[in-house]
């Protein structure tokens, strides 16, 4: 019944999403399974290749981004079984053992990927890697990660003044460095962190606010030494540990359940129960956000597995209203901000989203995309040099829209158009596989005429 509401049509390489709610409206119902963490995921794949011996993940988001991360490190020695199933066997190769690619590695849509990767192959000495992506990941900026590298005494070369990828690396024997990072981002953190793990001695980040620090807790767990100061959001990891191969359980990524808490929240007489989300509390803002916006979302069963907090999320619609996010949040919703903004559109007043000028350098420059296809749709919504300002109330109408790859963005003007007046068509639909390959099938299951 729903395949009327919601249609997805796929030619060559394409997918468009056509959504189409009953006048009437729809009804949004049902228990949903997510998909495995991607940034826990792309760290459980990488710890795995370079730990000594087997490491197990269950949970694995099978996504094109974690395929990437695969592909690249099965090109340097390590055997990781197919992603085909959410149980993948990774025969690590031990630290300092990453072998010199005869082909050039290619991270596809994942600046995660590329970025974390550089830390390690900056650090093998006597080998030379060459790193490439797609046209989103060559135009966002590495130099925020290869200036530290360098400062440790690495040899990268890149266009643009050595800032943009294709990138070619020259493994050296690194120095510690204490790095204070001018931005807040896991990246950044888990590029110079890695960097530290063939480095003799302590290397040091420091970020102006806290990251997702799922690279501290799986290095850990792993065997690293890491001493973390929080009140100075410092990480010091020492040089040449010993890492042993793991069971790591992926929990559901709370960045894929976050399209269905809003919209659940916005689509009226809603209810989704949405199991095995990670709510670790650097990814939570998105909570807390939702929270200052009145949402009805309640945490029931709360565990911890393989170091990372779970719950499964119950949320019921209610009448939002608007608030201002900005500041230290920021870091903790920041790939959430797309959906933040479709929430934004039904809720009662002018919220206003601000700091939050990295999203410019996302797989998409979020602010100025989301700002012009929800614009399309008739959102009353405008960019703000850091930010969006976006007033509520206003009747969405369903419009000819574009992803622009972005995998949020094809997902967030999804959920956009289940509350429009007619139909949407969103082109460019396929990106959702990057971080969420069933989005479309999950939709269907839930949304009732
Ligand atoms: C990620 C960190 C964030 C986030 C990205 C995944 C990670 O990027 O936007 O989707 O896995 O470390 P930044 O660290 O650049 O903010």
């Not at 919601?6 to 006048?23: D, G, Y």
């Not at 459980?44 to 988001?61: D, H, P």
């Not at 829209?401 to 967030?412: E, P």
Request: contains cysteine.
């Amino acid at each position: 019944m729903s395949k009327s509401i919601i249609n997805l049509q796929s030619a060559e390489n394409q997918q468009t999403l056509t959504i189409t709610p009953p006048n009437t409206g729809l009804s949004l119902q049902g228990t949903l399974q997510i998909p495995g963490d991607k940034s826990i995921s792309h760290r459980a794949l990488m710890l795995g290749a370079i730990a000594e011996g087997e490491t197990i993940i269950e949970g694995l988001l099978l996504g094109e981004d974690p395929r990437s991360t695969a592909d690249c490190f099965r090109a340097m020695g390590a055997k990781i079984s197919p992603l085909n199933n959410e149980k993948v066997t990774v025969q690590g190769i031990g630290l300092g053992h990453l072998q010199e690619p005869s082909e050039v590695l290619e991270a596809g849509n994942s600046g995660t990927t590329m970025r974390l990767m550089l830390g390690l192959l900056a650090s093998h000495p006597d080998r030379l890697f060459c790193v490439t992506g797609d046209a989103s990941l060559r135009s966002r900026p590495m130099s925020r990660v290869i200036k530290p590298l360098q400062t440790m005494g690495a040899k990268i070369w890149g266009r643009n003044n050595n800032s943009l990828a294709p990138l070619a690396i020259q493994g050296q024997t690194l120095k510690p460095i204490h790095y204070h990072s001018p931005i807040a981002s896991a990246q950044v953190k888990s590029c110079i962190l890695l960097a530290g793990l063939m480095t003799e001695g302590k290397t040091t980040v420091t970020e102006p606010a806290l990251s997702r620090d799922h690279s501290e807790r799986m290095l850990q767990a792993f065997g690293a030494t890491l001493d973390i100061d929080a009140t100075t959001n410092s990480v010091t990891i020492t040089g040449h540990p010993e890492l042993t191969g793991q069971k790591v359980i992926v929990p559901g990524d709370i960045s894929s359940a976050a399209f269905w808490l809003v919209a659940a929240s916005i689509v009226e007489g809603a209810e989704l129960l949405i199991e095995n989300v990670g709510i670790n509390p650097t990814r939570t803002g998105i909570l807390e956000a939702l929270e200052m916006m009145g949402a009805n979302i309640s945490l029931e069963n709360e565990r911890v597995i393989t170091g990372e907090p779970v719950a499964d999320l119950r949320v019921k619609a209610t009448q939002l209203k608007a608030c201002t996010i900005q500041g230290e949040i920021i870091p903790r919703l920041i790939d959430e901000v797309p959906i933040l903004a479709v929430a934004a559109l039904f809720a009662q007043g002018t919220t206003i989203i601000k700091d939050a000028a990295e999203l410019r350098v996302k797989e998409s420059d979020r602010l100025a995309v989301i700002a012009s296809q929800l614009g399309k749709m008739g959102a009353n919504i405008t960019e703000l040099p850091d930010g969006l300002e976006i007033t509520g109330g206003k009747e969405l109408n369903g419009a000819e829209v574009d992803s622009c790859g972005d995998h949020r963005i094809a997902m967030s003007l999804a959920i956009a158009a289940l509350r429009a007046k007619g139909k949407t068509i969103i082109n460019g639909a396929e990106a959702a596989a990057i971080s969420y390959p069933e989005f479309v099938e999950s939709l269907q299951a839930i949304a009732l005429e």
